[in-house]
Structure formats: structure tokens, C-alpha cells
């Protein structure tokens, strides 16, 4: 190959420089760099807008399995009255091109369950049919077309219905307890909807659905719960919808700023390798409430509420944060009853008290007893909504600890925790090893507690997939 030069200052290329030495060719090499870093970060923006759009589909979806599990929960304790006694029903009207005008605006149907399908902003009042008229407060419900059984609240001055809605009108102290009641009968109206070309339901529908009634005390409570959860699902919502917009953003903003050559590594460093990690949207302290509640539901379920206490709740608090990598600002150390941060655990107590989320009371036969607030439902659904794709890790894991008695909690966390520490301090991490660490190294109370329970713990999280990987913080000796 001929020499290639530019003038007597530049040295000359050869054939075998160019085999030999391609690091004299830097910019390659920097866009090469430059693309496999893109694919990481384009790659992690792609995740976070799989969980932000999965959120945001399930934030609608939890709100309403909640709203079901208060009415289906308690409904057999209360009494029922139809809602034709609870209510007078409004029939809607036929729209004519003669009864419009420009001075109001009537609604034709429902096209979600928040949203109102205009039919035109500009319809009249019907002044023949004055008591046809939907007034601000009334509870709009779809009686035809393939949206029956959807309802909405109005939150308008007087308004024209079309024929394919009816409104419900109820007194002021039933109004939000029927809407939400309402929220939950979208199957049950479907399934009487009858008529293959415009299905449809009758007033008689309507009319005789029962509705569990509470007493007026414990009526108001629920409906206080209902407007919070509904009021925080739209402020997640909200959020999800910002950050869905924000990370489409950002990888447009890369890709300009990677063929312009502005690009910067900070920009590039989109991964948080943090552990455990933060959640958002919410406080450490509100989160291991939440997720203290959610253990109580699955324990509930299971007819298992009295195992859990202090002792175990903190135990699933210390396997949320040290498996699953959730940050809830602990600092766990180690303690007789196994890896522990009870001072922590009484800040979230005092909150949960003040907020009326929950309280542990002192019992005779159980130690501590758990115990609902009023806000209960509310912090359950706010966590949820907070955790996200989180939700089946934390699921399982509470899973497989709720059948567990206090003890067997003790150890499988304490067994964890101190394998955990060989892993961060890179020690041999045997059978024996990790029995060593946990029961003679750890409390002088482990030695109560026979060997063979730690190796059978072993192997018990071995079996399902409970294994530590040397990450997250390490549980130190307790100061004296």
C-alpha cells in the first residue's frame, strides 16, 4: 500500500499500522462506546415506561377492587333497601334538531367510567319536559347501548339526558355512598342487559337493586375512605401519565444530543443500581405501614391474624427491604428475635396510630394485637398504586411467609440476614458457615433454638427460591 502522508509534520500510515494499531482511529471506537451505552439507556428507558404504562392500567383496576372489597367485605352486617327506596330515577329524553339552541348543553351517553360523551355542547333545556332534567348532584347510569351500566356523577347545573340514560337523584347523605356502591355493579347490570342490536336495562333494573345500607356513622367513614382513595388514584394516575411523557421525552433529547455530539456520560447514567431502592410517590414511613397492612389481609385471608405481631411484621418488614431491595429507612441490627430495627418499627407505629391506619393493642393470649383504623383501606390502596410492578415480588414473599408462627419468621430472617453478611463480607457462605454466623455468632438467645432448624431453613429457601446476593445494607452488632 503507498504511503499516505500530509506533508513532512504528519507520520506516515502503513499497512501494518492499520492491522496493528487501531486505536489510531478514536472516533470509531468513541461511537461505538457511545452506541452501546444508547442501547443500554434507551433499553432502561423502555422498562420504566413498561412499569410507568402498567401502573397506570392497574392504578383504575386496584381503586376498583377495593370499592368491591368494602361492599363485598361487610355487606352480609348491614341492612338493605332497594334503591327505588333510596332514590327517584329520571328518565332521559328523545333529542330532536328543533330543541337545540346556543344557551346549554345536554348529555348524551356515557363514554368511561369518568368521562361524559357530549352529544353537542349547545343543546337546549327541554322546556316541555322540565322534570327530565338531570340536576348537579344526580348519579348518571347508561340504561342503553353497549356502555349500560356505566355511571357518573354530574357535576353541572341542570342538563338534558338522552333516552340512553337515567338519572338516580337520592338525598345528600346517600349520594356519594349509592355512587360508589354504583361503581361496583357494571357485571351485574350487563348481565340483565337484554337485546342483541341495543342492549339495554328497564327501570324495574334499576329501581330493585338492593344497597347495603350501614349505619350513618360507619356509612360516612367509608365514604371519607372511598374520596381519598379516589382522590390519590387520580393524583398517581396524574403522575404516570407525566412520566410516560418525560421518558419519551428523554430519548428523543439523547438521540439529538448524540448525533449533535452534546452528549454527556451524567446524561447517560439512567440506571439506579441503588439497594434497596426508593420508591416514589410516597414515604418510607407511610410504605412499611402499607405494606405491614397488606401483610394483615393476607393473614386475614388465611385465618392467620394472630401470628402476626411486632416480632413477625418486623420480620417481613426486614425481608421486604433485604430481598426484594424496597427501601423503607431501616437500619436493622442484631437482636434477639433476629435481624431488627424496633425503632424504626415505633415511628411507623406512632404514625399509623396518628393517621389512623392501624395500632397494635397489648393482648393477654396474642402479645400484640393488630387492629384497623379508619384510614386502613386508604394506605393499602396508596401503597399498591406506589409499588407497582413491585406488587407480585411483595405478594409472594408475604406469601410464603404467612403460615410461618413468630419463630420460624425469627429464624428464616435472621438465617437470611447472616448469610447475607458472609456474601458482603466475602467469606466462605457453606451450610455450616451460614449456621455458624446465624445462631453462635448472632444472640445468645439463638443458642435456645436447636441446629438442625437453621440447616432445615437452609434448605427450605434454597427450595424456593429465597436467596440472598451479598446486596443491600449489613446487619451489624447491636451497641450496647
Not at 361496583?184 to 338492593?210: C, H, N, W
Amino acid at each position: 500500500m503507498e504511503q499516505l502522508q500530509r506533508g513532512a509534520s504528519y507520520p506516515a500510515v502503513t499497512d501494518s499500522d492499520v492491522r496493528t494499531q487501531p486505536f489510531l482511529f478514536p472516533q470509531l471506537a468513541e461511537q461505538k462506546h457511545i452506541v452501546a451505552i444508547l442501547d443500554k439507556a434507551f433499553a432502561a428507558i423502555a422498562t420504566a415506561k413498561a412499569n410507568a404504562e402498567k401502573n397506570l392500567q392497574n392504578a383504575r383496576a386496584l381503586f376498583e377492587s377495593h370499592l368491591e372489597y368494602v361492599f363485598t367485605h361487610r355487606r352480609n352486617k348491614w341492612a338493605k333497601r332497594s334503591l327505588g327506596e333510596l332514590s327517584e330515577l329520571i328518565s332521559g329524553q328523545h333529542i330532536d334538531a328543533k330543541d337545540y339552541n346556543t344557551d346549554s348543553r345536554g348529555v348524551g351517553y356515557l363514554t368511561g367510567p369518568s368521562d361524559f360523551g357530549f352529544v353537542n355542547p349547545t343543546i337546549t333545556k327541554w322546556t316541555e319536559h322540565p322534570k327530565r332534567m338531570a340536576q348537579n348532584g344526580d348519579i348518571l347510569i347508561t340504561v342503553k347501548g353497549s356502555g349500560v351500566g356505566k355511571i357518573n356523577l354530574l357535576d353541572a347545573d341542570e342538563v338534558a339526558i338522552s333516552r340512553q340514560l337515567m338519572a338516580i337523584r337520592t338525598t345528600s347523605d346517600n349520594v356519594q355512598y349509592i355512587y360508589a356502591f354504583l361503581s361496583t355493579q357494571f357485571g351485574y347490570f350487563q348481565s340483565l342487559s337484554k337485546g342483541a342490536a341495543i342492549p339495554g336495562i328497564s327501570r324495574e333494573d334499576v329501581l330493585s337493586l338492593m344497597c347495603p345500607l350501614p349505619p350513618s356513622r360507619e356509612k360516612q367513614a367509608i365514604v371519607e375512605t372511598i374520596l381519598s382513595m379516589s382522590s390519590e388514584t387520580q393524583r398517581l394516575e396524574s403522575i404516570y401519565r407525566q412520566k410516560l411523557a418525560a421518558l419519551e421525552e428523554m430519548k428523543k433529547s439523547l438521540l439529538a444530543k448524540a448525533f449533535s455530539g452534546e452528549l454527556t456520560m451524567k446524561e447517560l447514567a439512567l440506571t439506579d443500581d441503588a439497594f434497596p431502592a426508593t420508591i416514589p410517590n410516597i414515604t418510607t414511613t407511610d410504605l412499611h405501614a402499607g405494606l405491614i397492612a397488606i401483610a394483615y389481609q393476607s393473614h386475614e385471608q388465611k385465618s392467620k391474624q394472630d401470628t402476626l405481631g411486632h416480632v413477625k411484621a418486623e420480620k417481613i418488614a426486614h425481608m421486604v427491604e433485604a430481598h426484594l431491595g424496597i427501601d423503607l429507612g431501616r437500619t436493622p441490627v442484631k437482636d434477639a428475635a433476629g435481624p431488627n430495627d424496633y425503632p424504626h418499627l415505633k415511628r411507623v407505629e406512632h404514625r399509623s396510630g396518628k393517621a389512623g391506619f392501624f395500632t397494635f393493642q397489648g393482648s393477654e393470649r396474642a402479645g400484640y394485637k393488630f387492629v384497623k383504623g379508619r384510614n386502613f383501606d386508604g394506605l393499602t390502596l396508596r401503597t399498591r398504586l406506589a409499588l407497582g410492578a413491585r406488587n407480585q415480588d411483595v405478594d409472594r414473599l408475604i406469601e410464603l411467609m404467612t403460615p410461618m408462627d413468630s419463630e420460624q419468621a425469627e429464624i428464616f430472617s435472621t438465617v437470611y440476614a447472616a448469610w447475607n453478611n458472609l456474601l458482603l463480607d466475602q467469606r466462605p457462605v457453606t451450610d455450616k458457615d451460614i449456621v455458624l454466623e446465624a445462631r453462635e455468632n448472632w444472640h445468645p438467645e439463638k443458642l435456645k433454638i436447636p441446629r438442625e432448624r437453621f440447616f432445615k431453613a437452609i434448605a427450605w429457601m434454597k427450595a424456593n427460591g429465597v436467596v440472598p446476593k451479598g446486596k443491600g445494607r449489613k446487619v451489624s452488632v447491636k451497641a450496647d
